[in-house]
């Protein structure tokens, strides 16, 4: 994947010399965008983003779990209910 990012360093020089800003200070604040531009560009091309299956094996993931932890609470509330019938009996 080749993220397409024009950053048009002439014009940036072009319209802040409008604003008083020198040449110099001008030429260089555009470079610094430029490579900051290009930094990030290239930092979100490294990253790897998650696949249709990688969710689907994470939401299978969520799923087993909120099951077993809705079964483990089921067995604790019963042995909590035999337990009180069992010394309600006694």
Known sequence: MTAAVHFDVHDYIKNAKKFG???DL????????QKAIQEA???LENKELAKKSDLIAS???LIK???GVGISAVIL?????FTLLKLMIH
């Open 41 to 43: 560009v290239a930092s």
């Open 59 to 61: 939401e299978l993931r």
């Open 26 to 33: 001008a030429e260089f604040q555009a470079r610094e965008i």
């Open 77 to 81: 509330l019963s042995g909590v209910n």
């Open 65 to 67: 779990w909120v099951v």
């Open 21 to 23: 800003v020198r040449e």
